[in-house]
């Protein structure tokens, strides 16, 4: 249970800090423990479901890309294709830099920034993403260069439809 509540809640946070005094006060071997880990668990658990565990900064990153996926909605459902796949691949970009930021990875290079794709390797190779969704940001980042580049023959409107959901949905599983 210790273990879980070091893996799961929030560095430095109350949830931490108890079940470690905890642990200290009565010995990690003690059974007396049992009670109060699972009670924090419980805590945790409930805090996590009333969406308490989201920082301020997520919330406002959360509420600025939502804004710029909005006005690519917009532009999709006026037939503007290709100028909504290169915002939605802006926000995509974007946030994946908030989750390099937001897991300690370096995200500049000799003060230059990184490419999305190098981005999206670390995240995965520090298990902050998923492998499933390491290989969609990497097909998302191939549709919005196309886009970027003049390369609008090679998606469909349908495609990018799917990119704009399919990113709505990645950065509500993966606040930065």
């Known amino acids: ?6 893996r799961l809640a929030p560095e430095g946070s109350r949830y931490r800090k108890s079940a470690n005094a905890t642990l200290e006060k009565y010995g990690v071997t003690n059974t007396y423990n049992l009670q109060f880990l699972m009670g924090i668990l419980q ?4 805090d996590y479901e009333a969406g308490y565990l989201q920082s301020l900064e997520e919330l406002v990153h959360a509420d600025i890309f939502s804004d710029f996926l909005e006005m690519a909605g917009y532009l999709l459902s006026e037939g503007y294709k290709d100028p909504a796949a290169v915002l939605i691949g802006g926000v995509l970009e974007e946030h994946l830099r908030k989750l390099c930021d ?7 290079v000799n003060n230059r920034p990184r490419k999305a794709d ?5 995240l995965a190779g520090k ?7 390491q ?12 886009a970027a580049h003049g390369r609008y023959t090679e998606y469909s ?20």
């Open 1 to 6: 249970m210790a273990a879980t509540i070091d």
């Open 157 to 176: 409107r349908e495609q990018v439809e799917l990119f704009h959901q399919s990113v709505l949905d990645f950065l509500t599983r993966n606040p930065a």
């Open 118 to 122: 190098a981005l999206n390797a670390d």
């Open 43 to 46: 805590a945790l658990k409930a």
């Open 102 to 108: 937001k897991n300690g990875i370096s995200k500049d």
């Open 135 to 146: 290989k969609n940001v990497t097909a998302w980042l191939d549709l919005r260069n196309k």
């Open 127 to 133: 298990n902050a993403l998923s492998k499933l969704d």
